[in-house]
């Protein structure tokens, strides 16, 4: 028996822990995932963020150092356009490269030290009025004054100018040792500034605007495309000064393909994962209860095998011991740990049939045992003998290969042992049916005995008389006499061995015989009954008639019994009628004997009953006569039949085999 193991017990709660750890794990791998994308946005964000700064800080640089050169430009300028009136040429034209060189100035005005306008480039509509009613002339005043007294260039505040955008001025005081002191003011259109001094690869990242103290967007550059919302820088504008503000808001980025892909593929293999710890759990839940099932079944099986009463017992390749089941323990005797690993010879094969066991084992090893089973002569562990019937079949494993052989034992020691019995009881009965006939038949026996005896006795006597008497001897006379007493006796001895013969207790043994020479001695056994009863017995065999295999005597006992039954129906016939017929035939590939009567036949509710133990119509009958006759028949693969005959009687028949293994 094969100990199944028992499953290792898990404890409930770790059982459970265990079966969520994978999710567990892939949350957190899903969690750490978010955050590392999550982080390199952030990263991301951080360093476009210091990218924007930086970008603004130089932007906001640019401008300044911009606005100084021009500061210098101007103070330069101004010295040659308070000492030379009118303008020299070269001051011309350097006035109008500061104006054409796209520095945001849109136009340069000279002004008296008292604020009287001098010149300006390009000319000025309303110059040649010293205005105090222009608006714009007002805050060119007080910038003037705040430049005039702190001797320094001062921005004024924006204003809008003629052609809609808005504009700012620098004044710039001139101080010359050798012209009188002036201002001179610059005026820049925001617009211009902003959007012609700012380099192209900073309009493509960002747009540039320029919102006044209420927050009003006065200028802008930019072009047509969304902007970041998070993305924006705001700094004051100084100079110009005056609440002035510069907001830079980055463009909204091209969308960046590769985190994007990257981050959809961490997706989509987390998903991946998902779906496939999903089914890993489907599977592993599939093969749980597929586990379940099994251990069921085996269960099942196991309880199944150890109520059987058959002895199962498996063998690999080699013969050795590998399963038994508990029916074929209790049957040898000894235990699973006994015999499994066994190789032959077995513990519970009988060392006496030892060779033939061996023999057994081979042929079963070689291709199976025949249907019918093979019976082994086996013994118990306790010593006694164990009769089985042994079923063998291959044993084919999971991949379709030939592992070995299953064989199931059936104990028929029981069952052998009653076989034997009837046998032997069978044997006994064969014998004393034959020994009722032979007692019946005794005194006639006696009489046919008395005959060769009394002819032996009268030739001996005229033996000695010639021996004693004066006449001289007739050799040939003598030795004819001596042969009739050699043939009398050899016919007394023939008697006395057939009667022998059919009354000794003998195994049955089958062996080639003749037909006809074992009817000629049934004959000859029931001649002597037959003449004192009257009756003729007419012999006609068939010859040559080819050998049969069956027991002699068993034979001869039928015929013996077919003939007397012959006789004793026709008891009441006259004498002349009374003949019995026995004839010998060939019926295909049987030899017949047959034997026929002129008796009173066999009414239909007789005939069923005929071959019945004990069943007889006679007063003084056994009824054993027919059971014992068809047993015999049976035995020798042969069978034993009647039927009426035509004009009276009964014709019983017996056939048998002439090739007993083909029957
Ligand atoms: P028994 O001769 O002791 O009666 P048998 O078994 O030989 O036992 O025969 C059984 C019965 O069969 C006989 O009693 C007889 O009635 C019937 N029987 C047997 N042979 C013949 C036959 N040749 N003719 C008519 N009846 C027969």
Redesign the pocket.
Known sequence: MSPTEPPIPVPPGRKRWIQHLPYLSLALFLAAIAALVWLTREYDADEQRTTLINDVLWMEQNLRFHLDRNEIHLQEIGRELFIDRPLAPETEARLSSLLNQERGLVQILWLSAEGRLLGAMPPRPEASTPAAESPTLMHEQTTFQLARSIGRPVYGPTYPGMDNTHHFQVHVPIWSEDAPPGVIVGVYSLTDLVVRELPWWFSERYRVAVLDADGREIAAKSKVAPVSSQLAYSMPFDPPGHGLTLQITAYKSDTRWIPVLLAASIVLLAGIIVWSVMQLRRQLARRQQAEIALRAESAFRKAMEDSMLTGMRARDREGRLTYVNSAFCRMTGFSAEELIGKKPPMPYWDPEHLEQTFEVHHRIMAGGSAAEGTEVRLRRKNGEALDALVFEAPLIDARGQHAGWMGSVLDITEQKRAREHARQQEERLQQSSRLITMGEMASTLAHELNQPLAAIASYTSGCMNRLHGDQPLDRGELLDIHERIARQARRAGEIIRRVHDFVRRSEPKREPLELNAVIRDAVGLIEADARKRQVQLRVELFEPMPAVEADAVMIEQIVV?LVR??M??MRELPPATRIVEVNSALNGRFATVSVA?R????PAE?AAR?FEPF????AE???????ICRSIAELHHGRLGFELRPGGG?I?TLSLPLDAESA
Do not use: Q, S, Y
Request: proline share 0%; aromatic share 8%; no cysteine.
């Open positions: 019994n039954n012959a004793d129906a009567d008796g009173h036949g066999i007789i005929l069943f007889t119509t006679k009958g056994m009824g054993m006569g027919l059971n009964t019983f």
